[in-house]
């Protein structure tokens, strides 16, 4: 008792005036408190945004390792270059040359997963009070990321086929200063929603006029269950595109392995950054990584964890249109992991999901995707990650509660 | 080359324009310049602190990769919390009790390195201006992690038993504002001292006492190849300590793996910082890691490089005696990698270092390890990442260039 007395609380004046300032804007993100809930037995999850651990790539994980450790175990422990692996930055060239994207060696770094390279361009880009446009809703670990930096948030709303073109264009109008515009392309987290070609050139159009970033952010891209690929914005513009990606959903995400392609005076830049903030990203992760793609493997995976998905993403949707309210609206995605569901105004699902965690399901309510407020009528639901009798048994579980909820006015919807 | 040119260039002003203030204070590290020359056939390099790659415990690997697929595969690919693998935390608590360390669940968080550690240290103590103490010279990672953040750097000057305590008093009393104390107490990088018990605990006392956090940075403790180890300041101090280590010296850099020990509510904004850098660590490389300690491997790993690191550390300062100028003063490290000379004072290193890579033999000039100036007549020497033979070939190369300086005036120390 007294040993651990050591280390709590006798020093919280102190300690709290050694904060930095901008550790008042830094919080836990709700998944992260949500992950205590779902690790109540007999909970079935749709909060996180995992992959299917059951179908992770082990005997190709198994055969990479062997290879890697017979042929490269000097290099794949030792110290690397902070832009990463030459051999894995040529595949990924080579694969995004199928969208005529110029990726060459200096144009790729490689993160820890998508959320560092979200940090990394924060640090490079955002000062405190600088404007950054996201959509409504948009990924919260964008906004965790930035928090940080102390950026605002300009937020333009989306509809069926993504980002609102015209509402971006006057906030462009009403803020030609602003850094740059955050967009999820494909199969948005949490919107579910792909944005169209059109709008695709409409956003490459006004972010040259205005001289603005683009972000893209493509973490599900490879996870199409219907129709055909859209050209990355990336390969739409001249310049001025950030790309991320990553191979969390498509491979293993404890790897914590993605890239960003960038023009290269920005790579250096983040390069930069990335040097301070952890010298490299793992060399061994790389290594297999890399075996994996230049064996096939990882296409192989992908089509494998594809037909899954889209078994689930199709059951859940069936059970929506059977089982849930039909004033409730959601989206149907044309591939990713999520789907989210517009609740009436009354309903607010923050209060929501304590009555379905009493019912041992669960879900993220929409106001975490709003850096402004907002989404209080709205959620997400994760399909990649149950199997279908989890699927099956949760929605049902949370059919009682959105019934309840939508049939009584007590729920009213917070300002 | 149109295809290339869609990303260089053209878009330079607006670009410079749309970066962040604290991008100016963003700087490549020398070691990484330094990397393109060491890459040159026949070069002999002395610059990096890297560990010898022929002594990897691949087998260790190997046993362990088995065991985690076989047992935790869906875990170990799968995400994972911010803080880190439970067992792994175990472990390392367990370890630290020999110092009488109270390390608790709560007060361990796992990094991508001592590095990252060093950066979220940054993102939640320093507002850009705030004071920070640290030695001159000190480790050139923490100085690039840090100027992100844009603190004013306190150097307080070392001896050949670490920081002086009489100098950091003076410091601290000119600057009772000062956020934290930052030390390499075991085989200091660059300069190869340990700081003795009783200097421990004056900085414990004058910590107290000025109510500053010490960081205390031990990625070599382990190392040590003479003397008895001396006790942690984490173990010293009541409260306010921040003790970082890492498995890169000890197991394999490549893992990017490295902990945090720190008071619990320090720890949790520390979590919170981490989340919105990437999430969490590796959980691949921290299964791994936590089946080589668990299996008592580690152990006998570390007592094998030791002894060779020994007999290199041993080569090398005999090759000093025999062949350097006697003029030129260096330490004798008890442990670690390295090794730290002071040449007279009109030799500049900087300019020296070109002279040695004409003779295909690199080292660190010792300015890279000054935020604020000087060390400009000294260099660092690295021993654990070359054989016996490239030492005593590589030393002999250093003595001639050394001999031609220090009988020459025109290498005038620049101010």
Redesign the interface.
Same mark, same amino acid.
């Given at each position: 008792m007294s +040993?651990?007395s =050591?280390?709590?609380?006798?020093?919280?004046t &102190?300690?709290s005036n $050694? #904060?930095? /300032? =901008?550790?008042t804007r830094? +919080? $836990?993100?709700v998944i =992260?408190e949500l #992950?205590k809930i779902t690790m109540v037995p007999g909970m079935i999850s749709f909060a996180?945004g995992?992959?299917a651990?059951?179908l992770?790539p082990?005997r190709d994980?198994?055969d990479a390792?062997?290879y890697v450790?017979e042929n490269f175990? %000097? +290099?794949? *422990? %030792?110290?690397?270059?902070?832009e990463g692996l030459p051999s894995l930055k040529c595949y990924l060239a080579e694969s995004m040359k199928k969208y005529?994207v110029?990726a060459?060696k @200096?144009?790729i770094l490689f993160?820890?997963?998508s %959320?560092?390279a979200l @940090?990394l361009i924060g &640090?490079?880009?955002?000062?405190e009070g600088?404007k950054i446009i996201t959509g409504c809703p948009t990924y919260l670990?964008a906004i965790?990321?930035w928090?940080?930096?102390g950026p605002e948030y300009l937020t333009v709303p989306l509809d069926e086929n993504g980002m609102k073109m015209d509402c971006l264009e006057q906030t462009l109008k009403d803020n030609p200063d602003s /850094?740059?515009i955050y967009i999820l392309p494909n199969f948005h987290n949490p919107a579910g929603t792909t944005l169209t070609i059109d709008r695709r050139y409409k956003l490459v159009q006004l972010a040259a006029e205005y001289?603005?970033?683009i972000v893209e952010d493509d973490p599900y891209g490879e996870l199409r269950y219907e129709a055909e690929d859209i050209t990355p914005i990336i390969a739409l513009h /001249? +310049?001025?595109v950030i790309y991320l990606s990553t191979f $969390?959903k498509t491979l293993?995400?404890? *790897? =914590?392995l993605g890239w960003i392609v960038a023009?290269?005076?920005?790579t250096a830049?983040l390069?930069?950054?990335k040097?301070?903030?952890? #010298?490299?990203?793992?060399? *061994?992760?790389q290594y297999l990584a890399s075996d994996i793609c230049e064996r096939g493997l990882i296409k192989s995976h992908i089509r494998k964890i594809k037909a899954v998905y889209k078994t689930r993403r199709d059951l859940m949707l069936k059970m929506i249109e059977e089982h849930f309210p039909k004033e409730i609206t959601y989206t149907h995605p044309l591939g990713g992991l999520f789907l989210w569901l517009q609740l009436p105004e009354h309903v607010n699902t923050k209060d929501l999901l304590d009555k379905a965690v009493e019912k041992k399901v669960a879900f993220v309510p929409g106001f975490a995707f709003y850096p402004n407020g907002g989404g209080d009528n709205c959620l997400r639901l994760n399909f990649s990650n149950a199997n279908e009798e989890n699927i099956v048994e949760g929605m049902k579980r949370l059919a009682v509660v959105l019934k309840e909820a939508c049939n009584s006015k007590e729920h009213t919807a917070s300002a």
């Open positions: +040993e651990h =050591r280390f709590n609380g006798t020093y919280t &102190k300690w $050694s #904060l930095a /300032k =901008r550790t830094m +919080e $836990s993100s =992260r #992950l996180g995992l992959p651990p059951e992770f082990v994980f198994n390792f062997d450790m175990s %000097q +290099e794949a *422990l %030792q110290y690397g270059p902070t005529d110029p060459e @200096d144009n993160t820890n997963g %959320q560092q @940090d &640090k490079v880009f955002i000062n600088d670990g965790q990321a928090n940080a930096y /850094k740059f001289g603005v970033f /001249k +310049e001025n $969390s293993a995400p404890g *790897l =914590r023009p290269s005076d920005v830049k390069i930069q950054a040097q301070g903030a952890d #010298l490299h990203t793992g060399t *061994l992760v």
